[in-house]
Nanobody, 125 residues
Framework: VQLQASGGGLVQPGGSLRLSCAAS????????IGWFRQAPGKEREGVSC?????????YITEPLKGRFTISRDSARNTVYLQMNNLKPEDTAVYYC??????????????????WGQGTQVTVSS
């Protein structure tokens, strides 16, 4: 059971990136998938999550609404985080995670149990 985050990179302010969170060993349709980020010297913060397919529903943290969206591609067993109009303060390592509770809703009642390795996003001119 693994999650693999990818898609990070260096982008100029105002640019876009799409992060991918690919699951192996399980079907992510059944679980909440969340995105988090941690900037240097700061605590990890929640960015977004998507409910299991049974429950539906998504969440984007208020300051990022309008710029970030989360979606799922069941055929690819992947969740995406589309990030537009990126700002230097979005620079961080981005992680995806799952609670591994079948049928759960976002945000999950329990802890995230399985974490991907993180992908670096750097927004700079």
């Amino acid at each position: 059971v693994q999650l693999q985050a990818s898609g990070g990179g260096l982008v100029q302010p105002g640019g876009s990136l799409r992060l991918s969170c690919a699951a192996s060993g399980f079907t992510l349709d059944y679980y909440v998938i969340g995105w988090f980020r941690q900037a240097p010297g700061k605590e990890r913060e929640g960015v977004s999550c998507i409910s299991s397919k049974d429950s539906s529903g998504t969440y984007i943290t208020e300051p990022l609404k309008g710029r970030f969206t989360i979606s799922r591609d069941s055929a690819r067993n992947t969740v995406y985080l589309q990030m537009n109009n990126l700002k230097p303060e979005d620079t961080a390592v981005y992680y995806c995670a799952t609670d591994r509770v079948a049928g759960s809703s976002c945000p999950p009642a329990g802890p995230y149990r399985v974490w991907g390795q993180g992908t670096q996003v750097t927004v700079s001119s």
